[in-house]
């Protein structure tokens, strides 16, 4: 019971500050809605006891990106963006494929909705710490594919940094 | 009911966190009085003890002000959020074994990330201030803050090893089961975790985005009354929350010192005669103030500190088994985490009055090309030690010590080689570029 | 892209169109009212990021017409009034009136006049350079040492307010000579504070002259060379932490300073480190001076023969003594009246900000405030 107000209530959040984010017209405005989507997307994922993953999206992507978002953000001069029409002409078409895109999400829901298998909430008392899990799949099971990616990112960022910097 | 114990422990929490860090404020203003061959304030009450209450009257009854071209909601909104995050931390802190609000298996980790959210506040009442001074407030503490986060962050990773745990209460047990507080088993982590939390509680020397003599007020300038003792509130919170951790992490939690030998058990009275002591100067004071109001307000200090002697004294005087006996560590816990964090932060006003400011540039280069590698390198040795430890079952004192030295030794050749780097005129080299926009 | 920019209430609430070159480009207006401006002076600072690509200083926020005052105030009337320009040194400015005014009579303090005018000047330097010093501090964000100098400075003021009554506006000398005759303990209370002073400096330099910080936001901060400060008429220790051996007291010398032996402390590099071991010398070089003066106070009378009513004859004199702050300079034209016919005072301040600009050029927005502190400047003196 509590549970599921508890769902509702981060789920509505969420798509309320969704919303928010494409329909402001400031920026900074936009950034904080922004904030607020991922930190109730965060209070979904502590409902369903991920406290690993929870943390984890409250402090990269809420204190550590949408920080530096703002930061750029108030850098860049955006009182001429605010004067600017925001949509352009395409709007028919957006909706259109919004449309679409939309009965084909509802279409698959009602259809396989018998057959849809989902899995029994295990009781949170018999789950093991999750952050231990996770450290022990990161560095055991799946340590080759994690090396990769992590090897791919300083890849990404040694390029950015080259890029930025105009003369080496 | 599972919840009534939290909920209390959450509104006593909320409802002297003010009182306390008002308190704070009035112990700084002593000490900096002290240092500074001067008497500090003596006006309000005795000793000037009623001095955080009269500012904090003066703060509420001030006039509200809100810039004309302020983003009036953001404006409004700011000090709220720095005031939450810095007050949510506090609830995973375990202040002695019984008195936490929520016993977290990523305890640490919900502190760390709960914090990092307060920049926000800050960030975002600058901005919303809508003024030069504000808005290069803001940017410098945003910057400031997710450079020393890192730092932090890898400096607890070192202290984290050493524990095998998130959970905050774990962490103080595997203290007590070691014996060995984490700060003598990691000092250069304690070190980086010092320097990293004065810079992100904003303090002096790396009090960049206040700084009064550059920046006026900072990201502060345009707030005034009741707001801008929010953002008070909530920066001598934050500063609390960083001495807990580090309590937490590196000084042994609510452990009294050499917790398990037996034969120092003696120490279990100090803190009893502290009060007590405490108790018998207000009582030597209080004749000499010169209003009656002002005598009868020292007794009743002293009267407050001779309760808590009292308190401290009787799970000690109680007999074995009994229920009073059994609180001992609850009581006495406290008292001794209390002690630390009070420590930790009088160290924070040592450093505030004895340093000059660091430059914004210089401040980057400490956090970026020495603290953060010496953080990678402290996590690294650490867990050379631990290997050497646990894989090759060398004994543990020697296996640390020699992580230990091997961190120092990148230290200096870091300190060493960073002398060389350092350019007085900033971004000379770049003034020959052509500008972006030609 | 033109931008307008509202200056402030303060500048009479004026909007001015500026052109902006670069976007990146802001421009920051620091002061009248900020906490290390040192008093009323705006600089307008264009900023790309944090870093100062140029500035203007704004003065005259203090304007209160000294120098005009003077015309219509007998020679004796306007000495008060310089007690008020350099209020941090004034007995030094009333030195410099007291002289250019009977070297207009062609008169001459009795040697026991010119003794005790040396050992107040001298305390006076003391004082401002200890209040240059804490502020200088305060500036760089190192409190304490501002409450110890203010210690020190107070046992200076008290030797002053015994003296004439007064602590900061002394109004110490009279044209001709002193005004009041020395009390009794001046000699005592002299050396009393000097033989412990010489410990108390090397407590401030514990306090910064080794430290990381203070080292790192000084060394390189601001450099002046000695050309550059030359061309621009830079003086006092600004000039003389830039490699210049240049010290009106030696050079030509005034009061009784031919009496006494002391050296010139010069710097090096001309940066703020320089400047701050610079003054922290000369203090020490004020404090020999003292100690070699109450030695040996001449007796006699401490005025000497100037009328009751002053009318010196028609001509125009310059003198300039060396104040705290650098040359402080006094060019009187008298057309045989009670009253001067005009005053122009060359005051250091003034001549030192001008070399703001150059110094502060591609440093950081708190490189700006060490800079400002280092140049000591005091507004009443740059607005007069």
Redesign the interface.
Known sequence: MLDQVVFYFFAALAIVSAILVVTRR?A??SA?FL?TALLATAGIFLNLNA??L??VQ??LY???I???F??VI??V?LDVALHQVQFNRQWFVALIISAVLAAQVAAAIAVSRRTLYTMPAAPAESLQ?N?ERVAFYLFHTYVLPFEIASILLLVAMVGAVVMAK??V | MPYVLPVLFALVIVALLPLVAGYIVLVERKVMADMQVRLGPMRVGPHGLLQPIADAVKLLLKEDIIPESADRLVFWGAPLISVTTAMVALAALPIGPFFQIAELNIGLLFILGVSSLGIFGIVLGGWASNSHYSLLGALRSAAQLVSYETSAGMAIVGALLLAGTLSTRGIVQAQAQTEVWFIFAAPVGFFIYLVASIAETNRAPFDMPEAESELVAGYMTEYSGFRWALYFLAEYTNMIVVASIATTLFLGGWLRPFASTSYLDFLDWLPPLLMAGVAGYCFWRAPKQPVAVQKMFMAAVGLLCIVLALVLIMPMAAPRDSFLASSKAGIHGAFWFLFKVGAYIYVFMWLRFTFPRYRFDQLMRLGWQFLVPLSIVNVMGIGVGLALHRQLNWPAAPALILGIVLTLVAGAYLLATGEKHEHPRVGEEEEEETPVNA | MAERYNFGAGAGGVNVETTVLGADEIILNMGPQHPSTHGVLRVKLRLDGEKVVGSECVIGYLHRGVEKIAEHRSYQQFAPYVDRMDYVAAVSNGLGYCETVEKLLGAEAPPRARVIRTILTELQRIASHLFWLGTHALDIGALTPLFYCLREREEILKIFEKYCGARLTTHAFRIGGLQYEAYDELEKDTERFCKDFDRRVDEYESLLTENRIWVGRTKGIGVLTADAAIAMGVTGPVLRASGVQWDIRKSMPYAAYDQYEFSIPTGKNGDTYDRYLVRLEEMRQSRKICLQAIENIPAGPILGKVGKVLKPPPGEVYHSIEAPKGELGYYIVSDGTTQPYRVRIRPPSLINLEALDQMIRGHLVADVVAVIGTLDIVLGEVDR
């Open positions: 400031n900074v405005q904080i904030v406290e690993f929870f943390i409250v402090i809420a204190g550590g949408m920080v530096l703002i930061f108030m850098l001069n710490p952050t105009k003369r």
